[in-house]
Each structure stands twice: as structure tokens, then as C-alpha cells.
């Protein structure tokens, strides 16, 4: 379907946290009135694709300034509140993109603006266009009217055909760093220690860090810690082998990063503590007790090799190698290792 955009962004390049590069060269594209027809945002989930989408939509159409969102004119109102007739957001119709959909895209964009400057379509998860829907947006493509600009954003760029591709400016947008997240949590009232425990646990996608249930992350955390100090007692090793090896994969891979994410966290904080850092440093301060407990049952040779198997295992499961095999060979190399 094609529908007006989603309400909810009601901002400026100004702010959008992070992403420098992108927003110089979007708001240099404006100034000099040569923005591409065809672009395509990719990044991972939550580091702010379409919101950005959305301003540079209301920064082309703005009628008080020429490289940014004034959010006060008429057009920028409109788009925020999803009702202006010349930008449109596509979203998937249950889990595909469907043919119709672009060529419902292809006939409106070839008439002129209603009453703004531009006309906008912003394809979200552009990634699960059928290959009949990719072969129609092809067309417009090759071949797009002067007055229409088309934003692909997708989190899975690989899924996307090269030929449209070829014909898109792409701009890579990276996980939003750990310090911007705790930074814009602490600014919107959040304690410290939460918007750094926060932080670390969202993996750079700043939506999740603002929905974020604190008692969901709790429990997440101990059940890391849990596991991180049965790796080192190699207690209850058997019961995570079951838990995490021989699960259905869709279910435990991105529960599976999670935890590794957060036992890579408790690893470093050992580490610090180890080499006698300051305990302003530590990550999980509220586990600070428990470090020091934990660090003097191991080595530091212990606590880096941890770390790279953590690494390693990561890795893996974002490359999509076997997960069952990646966690069974986690677990075997901390039943034979010695520890001190």
C-alpha cells in the first residue's frame, strides 16, 4: 500500500545524533540543488534510516529553508503530521512489497506536485520487494521525472538487486555509537548508570534504547552474568549447551548476541578490575561486587581468551554461519580450558 508517512519526525538535520558524514553530504546535495532522484539509506535496525528519510523529504519541500527542516512552515507540518499529498511512504503489504505497489508508485510519480516543491516516496524495507515489484520500480529508475525522488531504506542492502542498486546513491548509516546512545538517554533524564547499561545493551540501534522495558534488560543482564560465571566455575555448562545450542536457530541467534554482548561486557570489566583501572570505567558498576569476586578465580590470560571467543562468536552469527555449531564450540573451549 502507499500511505502518508508515519508522524513522529519532527525534527532537523540538526537533530539527527551522529551520522556526520550522511548529513554533510545530504545538506551540501541541497544547497547546490543536486540532490539524486534514486537514493538508497542502508544500515542496521534503529540508527535512524527513515527518520532521516523523513527530513531531508521536508528539508526538499521546505518553504523557509534550503538545506534543513525549519519545522514550522506549512509543508513541514503537514509531512509531520502524514498528511502531505506529495510525500508517500511504501511499506511492505504483509511481508512483501508487492508489484502493485510500484506500479502504483510509478503512476503517481510522473504527475506533477500537488502543492509542494517535490514529490517523495520513501520505500521502507525495500529489502522484501518481490523481484516483479523490483522489475517495476527498475523502469522508473532508469528513467525518473525531474520533480520525483525515490528514498529506498533497507537493513539488508544484499537483498536488493544490483541493477537498482547501479542506479542509487547509497549512504551507509553505522550503528549509532554507545556514547551518543548514553548521551541522548542522560538528556532525556535518564540516570547515568541506566543510560550506560542501556547503552551497551541495544548494540547501536537508538529506537530500542528508547523503548527499552528496564526490567526486560534486568533480567537479560543476569542472565549474562549468570552464564559468565558458570564459564568460569564450569558449572551448569550442559544446561546453556541445551538451552542455547539445540533451539530452534531463528529463535536463539539475536538472544544468543545479546548475551555474548553482555558476558563480553562482565569479561571487560574483570579485565579492568584485574589491571587495577579506575571503577568509574566499568561498564556494569552495579555488578562491581561480583567482579571482584569473579576475577580473582581467573587469569588475565583466561579473561582474554574469553574475550576473543566471544569475538569469534559474534562474528559467526553475523556472517549467518551454523549457529549450533558456533555455540558448541564456544562451550567446548571453556570445558577444557585452565583456568589459573
Known amino acids: 500500500m502507499i500511505l502518508g508517512p508515519d508522524v513522529g519526525f519532527k525534527m532537523g538535520f540538526k537533530d539527527i545524533r551522529g551520522h556526520e558524514r550522511v548529513k554533510k553530504i ?26 532521516t528519510a523523513f527530513v531531508l523529504a521536508k528539508a526538499i519541500n521546505c518553504e523557509q529553508k534550503k538545506d534543513d527542516a525549519c519545522d514550522a512552515c506549512s509543508s513541514c507540518k503537514a509531512i509531520d503530521a502524514g498528511n502531505h499529498p506529495d510525500v508517500m511512504e511504501i511499506q511492505p503489504d504483509g511481508e512483501v512489497i508487492k508489484i502493485e505497489q510500484m506500479r502504483t508508485l510509478r503512476q ?3 504527475l506533477k506536485p500537488m502543492v509542494g516543491k517535490k514529490r517523495i ?5 525495500a529489502e522484501k520487494m518481490t523481484e516483479e515489484a523490483a522489475n517495476s520500480l527498475l523502469k522508473i529508475l532508469e528513467e525518473p521525472p525531474l520533480f520525483s525522488y525515490i528514498i529506498l531504506v533497507t537493513q539488508n542492502p ?3 538487486t544490483s541493477t537498482i542498486k547501479s542506479r542509487c546513491q547509497i549512504l551507509n548509516f553505522p550503528p549509532v555509537s554507545r556514547q551518543d546512545i548514553e548521551k541522548i538517554l542522560i538528556d532525556r533524564g535518564y540516570e547515568e548508570e541506566k543510560a550506560r547499561v542501556i547503552s551497551l ?15 526486560e534488560v534486568q533480567a537479560k543482564r543476569e ?33 544468543w548476541e545479546q548475551v555474548m554482548e553482555l558476558v563480553s561486557s562482565f569479561c571487560r570489566d574483570s579485565i579492568l578490575v584485574k589491571e587495577k583501572g579506575k571503577g568509574s570505567l566499568l561498564m ?7 567482579i571482584n569476586k569473579a576475577e580473582r578465580m581467573v587469569s588475565l590470560d583466561w579473561l582474554m581468551s574469553c574475550l576473543r571467543k566471544i569475538d569469534h562468536a559474534v562474528y559467526g552469527l553475523r556472517k549467518n554461519l551454523n549457529v549450533n555449531l558456533l555455540i558448541s564450540a564456544f562451550f567446548a573451549h571453556f570445558k577444557e580450558w585452565d583456568y589459573v
Not at 547501536?204 to 522495558?213: F, I, M, R, Y
Open 284 to 290: 556494569n558498576p552495579d555488578y562491581e561486587e561480583k
Open 121 to 125: 516516496f520513501i520505500v521502507d524495507e
Open 223 to 255: 542472565q549474562a552474568w549468570e552464564l559468565f560465571h558458570s564459564l568460569i566455575t564450569k558449572e551448569n555448562l550442559p544446561f546453556y549447551l541445551r538451552n542455547y545450542a539445540f533451539s530452534h536457530r531463528a529463535l536463539v541467534k539475536e538472544d
Open 108 to 110: 503517481i510519480a510522473y
Open 158 to 160: 544484499y537483498l536488493i
Open 26 to 51: 545530504l545538506k551540501k546535495s541541497l544547497q547546490k540543488k543536486k540532490i539524486p532522484n534514486s537514493m538508497l539509506f542502508s544500515g542496521p535496525e534503529g540508527v535512524g534510516k527513515k527518520g
Open 201 to 215: 545493551f541495544v548494540q547501536g540501534n537508538l529506537n530500542k534504547a528508547l523503548n527499552l522495558d528496564w526490567d
